[in-house]
């Protein structure tokens, strides 16, 4: 993929990078029905459409499903990937639809809780499912002890959605069989990648990732299949 094209359409840290760590060892097989839930303006979608052209159900919240359809229409993958605008709260699909559901970068605004997996998506995925989800999160619980110096810099309602691996756990461990979760190892040149962009939010985030300077934040992959 471009470049500029992912310099363009990244909204944190590289999702292509992160999309491709994420899925490094799954079973995903042509044809595929997937639900690339929180996608932004879709490059996990392209991804995924491109590297195992499975059939990608692209669902964002803040980006409409016309500026994502130009977006499938440029990268040549419009014929593989549904856009779709629809919140995370609310789907409307079919119990036991998805072969896969992949989720990068996202998941941790609205699945946050004891709850979402099991109420919101489960019903939604075949048995054996591939479940696969990153974001970023803590190297540990910081919540009772924040650090003085990323006090400023780490807004409340970001730390109710950064967690630990230990904390992330056993929100899925009872649903899969295969369950491995972990630091991903893109870590550094996914938020280089993020911190080098033009755009407001990422000048924002260079001040907290200097300032954190590898002690506090990771990102976080989880992989299984549905039991
Ligand atoms: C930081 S952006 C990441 C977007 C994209 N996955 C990426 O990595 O470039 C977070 C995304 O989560 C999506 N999101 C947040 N809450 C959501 C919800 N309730 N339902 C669906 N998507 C949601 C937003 O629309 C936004 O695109």
């Not at 409307?92 to 004891?114: E, K, L, Q, R, T």
């Not at 974001?135 to 807004?155: A, C, Q, T």
Request: negative net charge; hydrophobic residues 45%.
């Amino acid at each position: 993929m471009y470049l500029e094209f992912l310099q363009e359409n990244m909204m944190g840290p590289n999702a292509w990078l992160m999309a491709q760590e994420l899925t490094a060892d799954l079973p995903l097989q042509p044809g595929m029905r997937v639900l690339d839930l929180g996608c932004g303006r879709g490059l996990s979608s392209i991804f995924l459409a491109e590297k195992f052209k499975v059939h990608v159900f692209a669902v964002d919240l803040w980006t409409s499903a016309t500026e994502n359809y130009r977006r499938f229409q440029q990268a040549g993958v419009a014929h593989l990937v549904t856009p779709l605008q629809l919140d995370a709260l609310q789907l409307p699909f079919a119990h036991d639809f998805f072969d896969a559901v992949i989720s990068v970068d996202s998941y941790h605004y609205f699945g946050s809780n004891d709850t979402y997996f099991a109420e919101h998506l489960k019903p939604l995925l075949k048995k054996d499912a591939v479940v696969a989800i990153a974001f970023p999160g803590m190297k540990y619980e910081v919540h009772d002890n924040i650090p003085k110096e990323m006090e400023p810099l780490w807004p409340s309602e970001a730390l109710d959605m950064w967690h630990s691996i230990p904390w992330w756990r056993p929100k899925f461990q009872p649903h899969l069989h295969h369950f491995q979760i972990g630091e991903m190892d893109c870590f550094d040149r996914a938020w280089q990648d993020w911190l080098a962009c033009d755009n407001p939010y990422a000048a924002e985030d260079r001040v907290m990732m200097d300032t954190d300077n590898g002690r506090y934040m990771n990102l976080i992959k989880l992989t299984g299949l549905l039991s």
